[in-house]
């Protein structure tokens, strides 16, 4: 997780070896809510300022697998839920607050 936030690089790499999918089935696996926080950590960081890892999430039902979690009841989910919540409030804005005027605006805008 934390070798990807905010280095494109790595993202890639990520990207092209599974590591959305493998992410979201330990997410999905419910195994504990230690492994699912972590596993939801390395996705934010994947999908964070990444528009092509953002759409892998998409078309491979990411939004789905966390609607998930909110169906699991429990008090160590909860804290999982809000991260959640947070993930999802953050890639809305990234996506409102992309900047259509600059060149770095334009690329991304490309990639949504």
Known sequence: GSAAQSNPKVQIRFLESGLVTSLLRLISGHNSPAVAGKALYGLSAVLRNFPEAQNTFLRQGGLDVLKAVFKVQGKPMDNIKIKILTLIQDLLEERRNLD???????SRREQY
Request: glycine share 14%.
């Open 100 to 106: 259509l005027a600059s060149q770095t605006g334009r």
